[in-house]
């Protein structure tokens, strides 16, 4: 399952002796992270890199920031986006904390089949008072442990995955010399230097904490998107729900869907698309108000949207009929698996 929020994450610590550190360090500092990760199969192109530097007198005082920068295939070359923002973080003068979050992309296998998702790790990289360097990785995928964040144990996933991450973390831990501080232990796994703790032991903290912390935090992200409304169908049901797949440019951004017994109706981002996949998800729930508007029962929401010409809507429907589910937990966990 992909996650919203992180299901683990390792920190490294580098306080080099005698010389200072130039700000744009934190810049190089993630590419490297990012090699090698690509280097052991699991980072895929293109990441997006946002900068900040900040004066340490006053961390709201903003000296410097660039955002949404990505990692051309030799990213410190002179002229690239991100060559530029070095530069103009080394030419500032005084204290600062320089911050370089990188959001990548990424692949992993289950048996016989490469998936990839557009948020799997993120690159976290500062420089404070050109002295203290700090990294964080941080990924948004179950495959690295025993059970997946539903509580189902997947052996075969696991052993496809795990030993490129803890390859990852032993070539990232040799670059800097040290070993990796695990994150705490949270409501999906125990981080550990080499991966994660077996869940099969011990057994997960929640039998369920993908749908228990994941499925309403999603939620609150798209709902964040939109205006208040009491033009709103309800958004959970126990009944089968039928659906249609949004895709746009051959990815699936999620599942616009409705209820065959009530009046619930809603859509679920699929969460390896990222952020496209809300912005999606805005632009359909927008729609099915219109449908509240307009007095449509959820049984007959599907009909009417599929004979809607909606230019400004991100993505399309994929079938020529809708698609039925058991329940709405099936299709939250068609969303969130792939």
């Given at each position: 399952?992909?996650?919203t ?9 580098i306080?080099?002796?005698?010389r ?30 946002s900068?900040?530097?900040r ?18 295939e ?6 690239t ?25 990424g692949?992993?296998?289950v048996?016989g089949?490469?998936h ?6 993120t690159?976290?990289?500062?420089v404070?008072?050109r ?26 996933t ?13 070539e ?19 981080p550990?230097?080499t ?5 099969r ?27 208040p ?6 958004e959970?049901?126990e ?7 949004v895709?746009?440019?051959?990815q ?15 859509f679920e ?41 909606a ?23 068609l969303?969130?698996r792939?």
């Amino acid at each position: 399952m992909i996650t919203t929020d992180p299901i683990g994450e390792w920190t490294w610590e580098i306080t080099p002796e005698g010389r200072s550190v130039e700000p744009s360090r934190a810049i190089q500092i993630a590419a490297a992270i990012w090699n090698v990760l690509a280097g052991v199969g699991i980072a895929a192109p293109v990441a997006e890199v946002s900068v900040t530097v900040r004066s340490m007198g006053d961390m709201r005082d903003i000296r410097f920031e660039a955002t949404g920068i990505p990692l051309e295939e030799d990213p410190l070359a002179p002229h690239t986006a991100l060559a530029r923002a070095a530069s103009h973080t080394d030419a500032l003068q005084g204290d600062f904390v320089v911050a370089v979050r990188m959001r990548c992309p990424g692949v992993w296998s289950v048996p016989g089949t490469r998936h990839r998702a557009e948020q799997l790790f993120t690159i976290q990289a500062d420089v404070w008072k050109r002295s203290l360097v700090a990294v964080t990785l941080e990924t948004y995928s179950d495959v690295w442990l025993t059970m997946d964040t539903r509580g189902r144990e997947q052996i075969a996933t696991y052993d496809e995955n795990a030993p490129r991450l803890a390859l990852a973390l032993k070539e990232i831990s040799e670059l800097f010399g040290c070993a990796p501080t695990p994150g705490d232990e949270n409501r999906y796994a125990t981080p550990t230097e080499t991966g994660f703790e077996d869940l099969r032991i011990e057994g997960p903290a929640y039998v369920d904490a993908w749908g228990t912390f994941e499925v309403p935090a999603r939620s609150r992200r798209l709902r964040s998107l939109l205006p208040p409304s009491e033009e709103e169908y309800p958004e959970t049901t126990e009944h089968p729900v039928h659906y249609y797949t949004v895709r746009d440019q051959g990815q699936i951004l999620g599942y616009v869907w409705a209820a065959q017994a009530d009046n619930a109706a809603g859509f679920e981002p699929r969460t390896a698309a990222g952020k496209r996949a809300f912005e999606a998800g805005r632009a359909w729930l927008l729609r099915l108000r219109e449908a509240h508007r307009l007095g449509l029962q959820a049984p007959d929401v599907l009909t009417w949207l599929a004979q809607q010409a909606a230019p400004h809507v991100i993505g399309h429907i994929a079938e020529d009929e809708p698609q039925a589910c058991p329940n709405l937990d099936s299709l939250e966990d068609l969303s969130g698996r792939w």
